[in-house]
């Protein structure tokens, strides 16, 4: 039997949010790890609460440059995890008040033992 959690979610799914689409409500209940990008394209580390799969996440806002406004959640392993959370560390890093959005100990927490068990 699949997690109860995140199941609804195959290998990824995606949303256009012009056109009022959304994601399935089991991403609401994912931890969020923080992101990097800018407004125009952000990318997060979403985590599964239940089963601990790792999902990144993808929101773009390409409107005025004639294109769509949409966010993707995808299942990624260790390796793209802990990719992620090193550029979310040098995000924090270069905006402070990331750092009163995210709890910076638990990410670099996280970090240490992704690059562990994705060894």
């Known amino acids: 039997m699949g997690c109860t959690v995140c199941s609804d979610i195959n290998d990824s799914v995606e949303a256009d949010v012009l056109a009022q689409q959304r994601l399935p409500a089991c991403v609401e209940k994912f931890e969020d790890f923080g992101y990097y990008g800018d407004d125009l394209d952000a990318f ?13 996440r993808h929101d773009w806002d390409h409107f005025e440059q004639g294109g769509a406004v949409g966010v993707r959640v995808e299942r990624i392993g260790f390796a793209e995890a802990a990719e992620i959370l090193e550029k979310v560390v040098e995000k924090i890093k270069d905006a402070e008040w990331l750092s009163n959005r995210y709890d910076v100990k638990k990410i670099k927490k996280e970090l240490a033992r992704l690059k562990m068990d994705g060894t």
């Open 44 to 56: 997060h580390l979403l985590k599964c609460p239940q089963c601990g799969a790792y999902f990144g």
